[in-house]
């Protein structure tokens, strides 16, 4: 089961670089018929990731019973020293090759905003690494279900934190952060119910199909990429185990790949516009899968020459931290 979470980790951060891929390649006016829809599967990669990390801490709660400051030292430690690194990457980029970016400026209230998760909240617009907007509600969602854990119970902590999110849905903040709720109720009752492996596939071939539907655009995201992806998770979850090797390291590297997209795509693609069109079949859609494979070998080195010395620096840093015994991360 574990494994097969990481390898939906995996395919999870594939299918975001795939969706800013095309999208990038609409920005220069590179024509990508091929992949259509892979914008929509694509974005619907941050909807699986979500249901993964509710799962995920309820997963570790039931297993480990942290407190609520070490479950929230714990997440501070596996988001913030890669996201903070790459911030203040491309901030010192701006300084020293401000001509480089289209769009993007710096200023020290947006770079303040952004190493502390709170964009969205101040008003801002989106983090200097765009992607960093998921983080927002990934570490607002962390706060709540720290505070949840001061009730020692389980199914309280989650009742709490269902309660919480729904109010803050129901003051503005977007419904996208239901679908941590998804995960936490499927996580409580994981072990009450077993779907067969065949069932399994079902879910996972419906959950994909669903994303493909044009659904009507009053309906909350949560329902039409949320309720998909949810069938997804389902299916992978109880699916039988999938040994693969490539899949398990793409997994471990799957925050890398997904921080390392907002690089390697437009550099990509700022090259591939200096080359220019050449008279070669589906060329826009070859520089797609080009700027993917870049994206995914550069997530990988990115995760083993910063993300996991950081993490070893930071152990060093709290020397009497208990060993984990639950590799699986979020």
């Known amino acids: 089961m574990i494994s097969n979470i990481q390898i939906l980790r995996?395919?999870?951060?594939?299918?975001?670089?795939?969706?800013?891929?095309?999208?990038?390649?609409?920005?220069?006016?590179?024509?990508?018929?091929?992949?259509?829809?892979?914008?929509?599967?694509?974005?619907?990669?941050?909807?699986?990731?979500?249901?993964?990390?509710?799962?995920?801490?309820?997963?570790?709660?039931?297993?480990?019973?942290?407190?609520?400051?070490?479950?929230?030292?714990?997440?501070?430690?596996?988001?913030?020293?890669?996201?903070?690194?790459?911030?203040?990457?491309?901030?010192?980029?701006?300084?020293v090759f401000p001509q480089a970016f289209r769009e993007l400026s710096l200023s020290a209230n947006h770079l303040i905003n952004s190493l502390f998760f709170i964009n969205y909240f101040n008003g801002d617009d989106r983090p200097l690494l765009y992607v960093g907007w998921t983080l927002e509600y990934e570490m607002l969602f962390y706060i709540v279900f720290a505070f949840s854990l001061f009730f020692k119970r389980i199914k309280y902590s989650i009742l709490i934190s269902i309660l919480m999110l729904s109010t803050f849905v129901f003051y503005g903040l977007s419904s996208i952060v239901i679908e941590f709720i998804y995960g936490m109720l499927v996580g409580f009752f994981f072990n009450k119910f077993k779907i067969n492996s065949i069932f399994s596939l079902i879910f996972m071939l419906v959950g994909f199909y669903l994303l493909t539907v044009n659904w009507f655009t009053d309906i909350p995201r949560v329902l039409t990429w949320g309720i998909p992806s949810l069938l997804i998770f389902l299916g992978f979850l109880y699916f039988k185990p999938i040994n693969s090797s490539l899949l398990e390291i793409l997994g471990?590297?799957?925050?890398?790949?997904?921080?390392?997209?907002?690089?390697?795509?437009?550099?990509?693609?700022?090259?591939f516009s200096k080359i220019g069109s050449l008279n070669f079949i589906y060329m826009n859609e070859i520089y797609v899968i080009i700027c993917m494979i870049i994206s995914i070998i550069g997530g990988v080195l990115l995760h083993f020459t910063i993300e996991k010395p950081l993490a070893r620096i930071i152990k060093k840093i709290r020397p009497n931290r208990k060993n984990e015994n639950i590799v699986i991360r979020s």
């Not at 974005?43 to 570790?60: E, K, L, R």
């Not at 471990?252 to 090259?271: C, E, R």
């Open 10 to 95: 995996a395919i999870a951060a594939i299918l975001v670089v795939a969706a800013h891929t095309v999208q990038a390649a609409k920005s220069y006016n590179l024509s990508t018929d091929f992949f259509y829809k892979v914008d929509i599967w694509g974005q619907a990669g941050v909807d699986i990731f979500f249901i993964i990390s509710g799962f995920i801490m309820i997963y570790i709660q039931i297993n480990k019973c942290k407190k609520p400051l070490d479950f929230l030292k714990d997440r501070i430690e596996r988001i913030v020293p890669l996201y903070w690194f790459l911030t203040l990457f491309i901030a010192a980029l701006l300084i």
């Open 252 to 271: 471990n590297a799957s925050y890398s790949i997904y921080l390392v997209q907002v690089f390697s795509i437009p550099i990509s693609y700022k090259i």
